[in-house]
């Protein structure tokens, strides 16, 4: 029986799995970064857009109540001139575009009057985004005869600059996520060729001298007839030795389905351990409605799931307690295995993580009898298997769903 740790194996999973958060944490700080720092740039440049706006208004009245001063005309007609960037359209006061600048859209239609309906258009479209400044005309005696609006949105240039961290950062989140697929889909395709070759081999190295093993027990209990009891027990350490093999090259191929009774593969296997556990440790096998029920599987294979998950039972009972395993029709047609035991539980915490291989909490354990059964349930049956309930020092209860 295996003692057990205060804490889990730190295995390379979790380590991995705190440095995802860290990388995670990094990503974030520096996307807040660009936004904060893109939208400071932003609001300055916003500014001085107005400013430049401003200026430009004030040229426009200027220009248009005083018309005596022709040099400073010139210099002002520069000034309306140096605006490229921000789209402005000048109305008169009765709200009719007159004037507009840096409006492609609008130079090319040729139409006046459509134009003029473009120009009331985008009116309306830059007061949703900027408050539109009023030009005073005032007549010689400094009488107020009439007002003009300069109505104005911000540059193409700001415009992008708003939207450029979003852009970019969602050009390099999609380029992360196609990256960590890619690395996902080839480490597991490694893993599936590190499970497939080792079993094999395993298999390849273990079938010579079991052949002639076979060959000599059969030898022995020809030669010495007398000695029969020992050849019996002899026989079955190379039976366990050849079904050890033949769950290895299952492993390590495509394994073979076939129409199995669920209740007499598992009684069977439950007969075989029984033997060797303690006898403080109970076990029972039910199955609903029925034990007639069949599903698809690989008589090795599932023998060996079973035997993992009753053994981590025993394990986690410390040799006393009561291991139940119920068979069961459910709705969807499908075939479960729930396996209970009465021991110390799994931390809520902890629950998809016992299947993760190399997480153990035993002194002598691989962790890796749950990663095996996870792998031979999921890819070998197309089924599923989860813990379906476990409570701190109550139980805990694995559930195995089959396709009948
Ligand atoms: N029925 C259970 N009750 C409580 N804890 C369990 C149970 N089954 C598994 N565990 C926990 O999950 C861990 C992983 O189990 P897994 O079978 O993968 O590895 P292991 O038993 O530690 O080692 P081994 O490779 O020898 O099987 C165990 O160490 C144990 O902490
Ligand atoms: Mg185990």
Redesign the pocket.
């Known amino acids: 029986m ?1 003692a ?1 740790r205060e804490e ?1 194996t730190i295995s390379l999973y979790s380590n991995r799995s705190s440095f995802k958060w860290v990388v995670l944490g990094v990503a974030l700080i520096i996307s807040a970064g660009s936004i904060v720092y893109t939208n400071e740039l932003v609001k300055q440049i916003r500014d001085r857009e107005r400013k430049q706006i401003d200026l430009y208004a004030s040229t426009l009245e200027y220009l248009a109540n005083e018309n005596d001063a022709p040099n400073l005309i010139f210099v002002m007609e520069e000034i309306i001139q140096a605006n490229n960037t921000i789209p402005v359209i000048l109305t008169d006061e009765f709200g009719k575009p007159e004037h507009y600048r840096n409006i492609p859209a609008a130079d090319k239609i040729d139409n006046d009057r459509v134009r003029k309906r473009f120009l009331l258009n985008e009116i309306k479209d830059m007061m949703t985004e900027r408050e539109p400044i009023m030009v005073t005309l005032t007549d010689d005696n400094n009488q107020i005869y009439g007002y003009k609006n300069i109505y104005y949105r911000n540059s193409f240039l700001l415009t992008q600059l708003k939207y450029y961290p979003y852009v970019q950062l969602s050009i390099i989140a999609i380029f992360g996520l196609i990256i960590f697929a890619v690395f996902n889909y080839s480490r597991t395709a490694e893993q599936n060729r590190v499970w497939v070759g080792l079993a094999k081999e395993t298999a390849h190295q273990l079938g010579t001298p079991l052949s002639s093993l076979i060959a000599w027990v059969e030898y022995f209990k020809e030669t010495f007839p007398d000695q029969k009891d020992v050849f019996i027990e002899l026989q079955k350490d190379v039976d366990r030795l050849e079904m050890i093999t033949e769950r290895f090259s299952n492993i390590g191929s495509v394994p073979q389905l076939r129409q199995e009774r669920v209740f007499d593969l598992v009684s069977e296997v439950v007969k075989y351990l029984e033997k060797r556990i303690s006898t403080k440790v109970s076990m029972t096998v039910q199955a609903f409605p029925n034990e007639e029920i069949t599903c698809s599987i690989n008589r090795p294979l599932f023998a060996w799931v079973v035997e ?2 009753v ?3 025993v ?2 009972m410390v040799g006393k307690g009561a291991i139940t395993i119920k068979i069961m029709k459910v709705s969807d047609g499908r075939v479960a295995v729930d396996i209970s ?1 009465t ?4 931390a809520k915490n ?1 629950l998809t993580q ?2 993760k291989p190399g ?4 002194k ?8 095996l ?1 996870k792998r031979i349930v999921e890819n070998y049956h197309g089924g599923r298997i989860f813990v379906k309930d ?1 409570e701190l020092n109550k139980g ?1 209860t ?1 559930r195995i769903l089959l396709k009948s």
């Open positions: 295996s057990y889990p993992n998950i053994k981590n039972a394990d986690a035991d021991g110390k539980g799994i902890r016992v299947f997480y153990t909490t035993k002598r354990g691989w962790g890796l009898g749950l990663a059964t476990s805990t694995f």
